[in-house]
Nanobody, 122 residues
Framework: QVQLVESGGGLVQAGGSLRLTCAAS????????RAWFRQAPGKEREFVAG????????YYADSVKGRFTISRDNAKNTVYLHMNSLKPEDTAIYYC???????????????WGQGTQVTVSS
């Protein structure tokens, strides 16, 4: 059974930081690109950040550029999303996904985690 499991979400004040973790099991995703998406209430799921299988290439949505950093540890089959200077508009459920390459559209991903809630209070 292939699984992606997110953790690290929670409640934080505006300006604070969180680190999300996405651990993979059941299949080695070290050769897969990974991405983070998020979905706020009443909105569509949107691309946040992506990283190539080697970690050499990273991609960010304009709304998080300069505040969020995606990284990976292939030895641990884990991807991280470091989130700094959080804003109330970052409040959403954050999902981890895996695919052969980084795509910004969710339909290109077949492997998803269950999501972790991030709430930023003002």
């Amino acid at each position: 059974q292939v699984q992606l499991v997110e953790s690290g979400g929670g409640l934080v004040q505006a300006g604070g930081s969180l680190r999300l973790t996405c651990a993979a099991s059941g299949r080695t995703f070290s050769s897969y690109a990974r991405a983070w998406f998020r979905q706020a209430p009443g909105k569509e799921r949107e691309f946040v950040a992506g990283i190539s299988w080697s970690g050499g290439n990273t991609y960010y949505a304009d709304s998080v550029k300069g505040r969020f950093t995606i990284s990976r540890d292939n030895a641990k089959n884990t991807v991280y999303l470091h989130m700094n200077s959080l804003k109330p508009e970052d409040t959403a459920i954050y999902y981890c996904a895996a695919a052969p390459s980084v795509y910004t559209t969710e339909y290109r991903y077949n492997n998803w985690g269950q999501g972790t809630q991030v709430t930023v209070s003002s």
